[in-house]
């Protein structure tokens, strides 16, 4: 780094520590996150990424839960449905947890196939990555801020009628909803929650501008312009700040794997301090999903498109005392 982009940085940091200990921002930021492993199959060592389905495994959740949840039913009573096992669980988890700890449930969903996957298999991904990624298109078909091809859209239909049955059978619907701003994030999310929540009076989608994939070079990761995606997503509302053009993306550096898993966490703690809803979906990318895994320390799990990976995450803080004020801050456990 620079010696003046260093510079610039300790000021900034220096500056939000500050206005913390004055006491002018917000009093609460995420500490740890934590996966919570047991609930779902995607947990587990043994489960391949490779053959496992979604939709015929009920997005993976088990039979049998942790043992400290198994005290919630009497187990020579009625069997009761395990959706709603999984719903009682998590309440207990939450109503027996400090009050500077909390539970929640992402449902991580990777958008549907999109024409960048289709080129990227048709040129091979060392000529993708070399040239063809750093075009808008081939003539024949765009790229750049790439749209669900036929296939994408057929996914994205799955998953919402997959949706639809588990929730037929108890699975909790999502209280928030969040989006990339790249169109087939976004579209993947219209198409899921179609005829379930988004015409239904419930909460609008969010777009938050860093849920995309990793930023610059390739064009199918340089978003459209905001009038463009209000005028394409209407129902969808933007993050506080959002910009009209993409001021992320640039052509000539592309975003390292490392860089990216502390965008993503930083976002995810974003959306955790701010959001105190328990279940949560989340519509990005297949290198996004994998940076927040790597935040919430889960065990790697690659995702083909259109899938969805329930995750349970254990969110907790800490508090520090500045003079006679008491903040609720971010610590960093060593």
Request: proline share 4%; with cysteine; net charge negative.
């Amino acid at each position: 780094m620079h010696l003046f982009a260093r510079s610039t940085v300790l000021r900034l940091l220096f500056l939000r520590f500050a206005i913390v200990v004055m006491g002018a921002q917000r009093t609460m930021s995420t500490c740890k996150l934590t996966n919570v492993p047991g609930f779902f199959a995607q947990d587990l060592p043994e489960t391949d990424p490779k053959t496992f389905d979604y939709i015929k495994s009920n997005f993976g959740l088990l039979e049998e839960f942790p043992v400290e949840c198994d005290e919630l039913w009497e187990k020579d009573a009625t069997p009761v449905p395990r959706w709603d096992r999984f719903k009682h669980a998590l309440a207990a988890m939450n109503r027996d947890a400090s009050k500077h700890t909390s539970y929640r449930v992402l449902f991580l969903a990777r958008h549907g196939q999109g024409f960048h996957n289709v080129a990227e298999v048709y040129y091979g991904t060392e000529l993708w990555n070399s040239y063809w990624s750093k075009l808008d298109g081939n003539g024949t078909i765009v790229w750049a801020d790439a749209k669900l091809t036929d296939q994408g859209i057929q996914e994205a239909e799955n998953a919402n009628a997959a949706w639809k049955s588990q929730l037929a059978l108890g699975m909790p619907l999502p209280q928030s909803f969040y989006s990339s701003p790249l169109q087939r994030a976004s579209n993947t999310l219209e198409i899921t929650w179609s005829g379930i929540t988004l015409d239904k009076g419930a909460p609008d989608p969010t777009i938050k501008e860093k849920l995309r994939e990793t930023l610059g070079v390739h064009t199918c990761d340089r978003r459209s312009s905001k009038t463009y995606l209000h005028e394409t997503f209407p129902e969808f509302e933007f993050e506080e700040g959002f910009t009209e053009n993409d001021k992320l993306w640039v052509a000539d550096v592309r975003e390292s794997n490392a860089e990216r898993t502390v965008r993503l966490g930083e976002t995810l703690r974003e959306i955790l301090e701010n959001d105190q809803s328990t279940y949560i979906t989340i519509s990005a990318h297949g290198g996004s999903i994998t940076s927040i895994l790597e935040v919430i320390g889960h065990r790697k799990f690659a995702m083909n498109t259109g899938e969805v990976i329930p995750v349970v995450v254990k969110v907790e803080y800490c508090t520090v005392e500045v003079g006679n004020e008491v903040y609720k801050s971010c610590c960093v456990k060593v």
